[in-house]
């Protein structure tokens, strides 16, 4: 189950990463929109943190995208 986890974190991490550049937003950005430290936003998608679904999904909703979005193989 443990590798498991570690995959689904490494995949959102990924994820939202490339969906930021995608919707044209700099982690600076994305950070203000989301009300989030430039430098958390920047740990979430560097992986060191686990983040909790309430924000997965602020994060999402701040580029338009469902939660689901963010954690697709």
């Given at each position: 189950?443990?590798?498991y986890c570690d995959e689904v974190?490494?995949?959102?991490?990924?994820?939202?990463?490339n969906a930021r550049r995608q919707?044209?937003?700099t982690q600076e950005a994305l950070a203000e929109r989301v009300g989030f430290s430039l430098q958390y936003v920047q740990?979430?998608?560097w992986g060191k943190h686990r983040v909790?679904?309430?924000?997965?999904?602020?994060?999402?909703f701040a580029m338009d995208l469902d939660c689901v979005d963010l954690l697709k193989m």
């Open positions: 189950m443990g590798a974190r490494t995949r959102f991490c990924h994820n939202l990463a919707s044209g937003l740990r979430v998608e909790p679904l309430d924000t997965m999904a602020r994060l999402a």
